[in-house]
Structures are given as structure tokens and as C-alpha cells.
């Protein structure tokens, strides 16, 4: 598909032929692209505009989710959470997650997607669609799955272990603080590297054949062909894996839920379900709704100021390389 | 996906590729996705045992005496007819009006140049950068103040809102480049707008249309948050994975009961990606793409 080319090269060529009014049914009218838009501008509206809006404005009030807010505090929330030891553990749980998804899912999927897109791999489109299953199956399904799989009471991977001889006592996964983290990344490379999978394999599909070709006849073997070929000209779909990766794993929020709600103690606890906790779940105290808003705030800003840190960071490097 | 003729390249790898070098690859793949697959077999060959099997022989795939008691007890006791029929009632009815919504706006978009539309998309086009991952609250207290809380069609609007952004561009690209002459033909027939949109041009969108219909499916059956946080006070309005979550606080030690109710929560999302994941891989790649 042409997309972006084809939205672009739109204004004028497509017109249809101006005719007489005959009403708003006319397909030449004006009245009618308003009214087959304004679905979809009511659905922003409601549900993207005005919930990013809001966020910031229920940040600064004092706010039980009852009636609208009244009790202005300011900045208040903001500075509460920047004090909160509680919401640093999950801001760095979170980026742990990311990083997980970025150093080992990301690559590990480049490395699939390569070995599956070889023309010469028989049954290549059988392998591709069974390692993609686990993205289809519902989240909160597959955490519950995982925590039976992995209980240190008779689940089957202790099982395993003992009858091979790999451990002497079953291994707490989920239970023990020092494990938690891990698992849970584990799990989470496991049910999403299918997605990045698939990108890369669209990005590897779009590399005329001709080039590899060009580069065998010249006597590069299969890696130089890697890293010479490939890789460079998989730079634009890179890019835009890593941003959908960081948005997908700075909101990771089913799996940790059911599988370990933020446990044990918060060893797992990430801002999603620090967030989901504070204004929701209400056993021990009043929902903060505007507290919970300042975070999601906060913590959005923080990652924009890391992410643009990078960026400009990785770019004043490749400068200066390209200098030397 | 179409995939690049490499023309002769290919009868010159496959000379170059040692015979013994590919086996090892098959065998090398081919373990690996045991244990990629291993928690699907699992699953099912459990739904089917019966529970005392479960620490008897713990590690055989299938059961000796199989059993549909699991399921009887998911499907009546933990309330999985319930949850089944609201997740499909979700499902569809979301489906649905995100095809309507983003077909409409991307016929509007992609075939006119009307005042506005230059705004309309660059806003959409800004929004997809904005941060805003963590709106769940805003939403809540919309639905709330609509008096949805606690009821399908709460559930139902704000799964609609949570996206539609990249499904318009796509039926927007996609009527974009479509002939002129196709419409021009239509209108001189004199038809009106409604008879060319849904005999004309809709019918000629199957291939977005289908693309989007199953993105959007297999999102809204697989999920969570939204469902939950709408449905924290009425356990009758549960969709599947806020069940599967809720039986597990129940009767966690129930394994063989929640692997049955993970086998109907998977089976449906599992057989419509298969029959249709010609029309997922092409909608994913066009969404990278756009």
C-alpha cells in the first residue's frame, strides 16, 4: 500500500466534477463530507482531546472521582509525587521493562524475521504465523496461564526442573523479589515478539532483491551482507519500531496486573498499575483521582525530556563520527 | 505480505546453502517452538483433565481419562457463558462501529478537499505522537458522567474511542487512490451520496475493510483495562479476560477450571486469526507503513 504518497497527492486531482446543488445527497455537494466526518471528530473529541486535556487539569486538584473537581491545589500532587519512594520504584520498574523490550525483544525479533525471511526456508509462513501466535492470545488469559505454569507448587516448569536435575528446590518465579522483574520481562519479549516480528519483516520485504544479488557477485558473505545491506536500509522501520516498542512498554499494564499486581511487595510494580492502584482500587482508602492524574502527567513528562535526551544525544554522536 | 522475486538469486543460494547447514535450521526452529507453543498445549491438553491428574502426572501433555467437567464448571459456575456473550456482544458491536466511523470519515477525507480537512489531518496525524497513554481516568469519568458506568455500551463507546486514528488513514490512503473515473461513472447515473458510498464505493474497500475488521476484533476480544475499570461494580458485565482475571482471584488453585476457560477465551480469537491472518499481516504492514 502507498499510503502517505497517495493521502498527499490528494488536493484537486480527485475532485469530483462540480454539478448543480441538488441538496445535501448530492455527491458533489459541500454539506456531506462534514456530516460523514463529524463521527470521528466527536469520537476525538470525547475520547482523545479531551481526555489528554483533562489529565492535566484533575492533576491539580485534590479529587476523590466524585462530582467535578473543586478543591485547587496546585502543584501540590506533582511535588507529592516526585517525594513518593513508591512511585520511583515503579518509574524504574517501568524503564527496566523497556529496556528489556529494547536490548533483547527488539533484536531477538531482527534475528527471526532475517532466518524467516529467507526465500530459500521452506515453510517459512508456517513458522511466521506460529511464532506470532502468542500475540493474539488475550493478556490477561496468558498472565493467568503463566503464573500456573510457573508456580513453584507443582507447575510444570518446577517440574521439569527437578526431574531434570537443573534445581534442588522449585524456583519461586514470580514469588521471589530478585526473580519477579526478570520473569515478568521474560514473559513479556515472549508475548509481543511476534508484533516486532512482523514490522521488521515488512522493512526486510521492502529491500530490493537485486541489492543482495549485487552484493553476493562482489563476494560479501551472509553477514557482510547484514550488515552492509540490510541493516542500513532498515534504518526508517527501525525507528519506528523502537518508538512503538517504547510507547507499548511504558504503558505495560495486563500482564503485571494479573500476573503479580505490582509484587511481591512492588518488585514488579510498574506506573500503569501504580496508577490503576491509586485512583481504583479503594480497600484501605479514598480513590486519588487527581493524585493518580498528576503521576500519569509526570510521568509522561519525564519520558518525553528521556527520549528527546536521547535523540539529541545519538544524533550530536553520529555528527561528530561523521566529522572525524 | 507479497514477497520479493529474487529471480535467479535464488536457485544460486540454494546451491550455495549446504544441505546439512538447512536441517539444523528446521530442527534448530522446530525446537524452539515447542517451547514457544508449549503454553497453548498445555492449556488445552489441561482443560481436559480431570483434576486429580493435574499432580498425578504432571508433566503429560494429554489426559488419560478425558473429562468435559472443566468446562461445564467454567462455563456455569465461573459465569464464562456470561462473559462469552458480552465479549461478544463488545466485540462485534465495537467492531462495527469503528468500520462505520472511520470508513465514513476516510471516504470524506481521502475524495474531497473540502475546508478543513487539511486540519482535521494533521490534528489526527499530530495526536498519534501526543502522549497520552495514561487517559484512563478522563475516560472513566466521561463514561461515568454519561451514566454508562457499569453497563456494555459504556464499554462498548470507550473500546470505540481507544483507537481509530490509524484505521482512518488507512481508509483515507485507500479511497485516495482510487480511479476518479469509478465515482465519475456513478454520479452520472445520478445516484446520491449514501447509494455511492455503500454500493459504490464501500463494496470496493473490501480489502481495508477487512483488515481493519480484524485488527479491531482481535484488540477489543483481548482487552483488559478499559473493560475492567467500567465494570469494577458489576461482575454480570465481565468480558473474558476481566473474568479469567476474577476466577483466578476466586479459585486459583482450579487449574484444570481456568485452563478450560482459557481454552474458550483463546479458541475464537485463535480460529479468526488464522482463517483471516492473510488480511492482519497486510493491515499491520500498512499501518507501519502510514
Redesign the interface.
Known sequence: ????T??HR????????R?ARRG???????V???L??A???L??L???????L??WY?ALFDWN?IGWPSEFVGLDNFLQVARAPLFWDAFRNTWLYTAGMLVVQVPLALMLAV?LNR?????RVI?R???F??V??????????????LSPA?G?VN??LL?SGLVRRPVNFLGAASLALPTVVAIGI?KGLG?VM??W??GL?S???EL??AA?IDGANSAQVLRFVTLPLLRP?AL?IIALTL?WS??V??LV??MTSGGPGNATDV??TY??RV??TVEDTVPR?GY??A???F??LT??VIVLVQFLSVRAAGRSRRGL | MTFPSVGLSVHRLRRLAPRPSRTALHLFLIAALVAWLYPFVWIFGTSFKPQEEVFSRPLALLPAAPTLENFIRAWDKANFSTYFLNTVIVTVATTLIVLAVTALAGFALGRRAFRGRAAVMSILGASIFLPQGYTIIPVYDLINRLGLNNTLVGVVLASAGAGFIIYTFMFTAYFAGLPREIEEAAVVDGVNIFQLFFQVMLPLARPVLASVAILEFLQIWNSFLIPLTLTLAAPEKRVLGVGMYAFFGQSGLDWTGLAAAATISLVPVVLVFLSLQRYFVEGVAGAVKS
Open positions: 500500500m502507498r499510503i502517505g497517495a493521502v490528494l488536493e484537486g486531482s480527485q475532485l469530483a466534477p454539478r445535501w445527497l448530492d455527491p458533489g455537494g459541500d456531506w463530507p462534514y460523514f466526518v463521527p470521528m471528530v469520537l476525538f470525547g475520547f482523545k482531546l479531551w481526555p489528554t483533562a489529565t484533575f472521582g532466518v526465500p530459500t526456508l521452506r515453510g513458522y504465523t506460529l511464532f501466535l502468542p493474539v492470545a488475550t493478556t490477561a488469559v496468558i498472565g493467568v496461564v503463566m503464573v500456573i505454569l507443582g510444570p517440574n521439569l526431574e515472549w508484533t512482523i514490522y519483516l515488512a520485504q529491500v530490493p532483491g543482495y544479488d553476493r522501520v519506528t510507547v511504558l504503558n499494564f495486563e496486573q494479573v506506573i500503569a496508577i490503576y485512583a481504583f483521582m493518580a492524574s503521576a500519569g502527567v510521568f509522561g519520558n518525553l
